[in-house]
Nanobody
Framework: QVQLVESGVGLVQAGGSLRLSCAASGRTFSWSRYSMGWFRQAPGKEREFFAAIRWDGNTNYADTVKGRFNISRDNAQNIMYLQMDSLKPEDTAVYYC??????????????????WGQGTHVTASS
C-alpha cells in the first residue's frame, strides 16, 4: 500500500513563510518512477494545481505561485518539499501532495495522479 503523508500544518501571517513536506512510503512504491505534484483547495473552490516536479527534476508552477513557491525533492529520502514565501491570504487552503507515474505528460492535470495525500491546512492571515 502506498502512502503519501504531508506535514507542516501552518498558520502564518501574510508575508510569512512556511515549508511543507510530503513523505512517500510503501513496499511497491518506487520513488524514481514518479513525478510529484502539489494541489490545493480553498473553501468553496475546486482543487487546483500549482506546482510539480518531474521524476527528472524539471519543475513547473502555476502563475499564482511562480516566484514565491519552490518545489524540490530528496530522492534519497523519498520526500518532496514545498517552500512557500511571501504568503498571501488567498493562499489559504488545504494542500495536497500527489504522485504520478513518470510517463504522465501533463503534471498540472489532477486526473494524471495515481496517489494522493490526506491534505494539510495552510492559513495565511491578513
Amino acid at each position: 500500500q502506498v502512502q503519501l503523508v504531508e506535514s507542516g500544518v501552518g498558520l502564518v501571517q501574510a508575508g510569512g513563510s512556511l515549508r511543507l513536506s510530503c513523505a512517500a512510503s510503501g513496499r511497491t512504491f518506487s520513488w524514481s518512477r514518479y513525478s510529484m505534484g502539489w494541489f490545493r483547495q480553498a473553501p468553496g473552490k475546486e482543487r487546483e494545481f500549482f506546482a510539480a516536479i518531474r521524476w527528472d527534476g524539471n519543475t513547473n508552477y502555476a502563475d499564482t505561485v511562480k516566484g514565491r513557491f519552490n518545489i524540490s525533492r530528496d530522492n534519497a529520502q523519498n520526500i518532496m518539499y514545498l517552500q512557500m514565501d511571501s504568503l498571501k491570504p488567498e493562499d489559504t487552503a488545504v494542500y495536497y501532495c500527489a504522485a504520478a507515474l513518470k510517463s504522465t505528460m501533463h503534471t498540472s492535470w489532477a486526473r494524471g495522479y495515481k496517489y494522493w495525500g490526506q491534505g494539510t491546512h495552510v492559513t495565511a492571515s491578513s
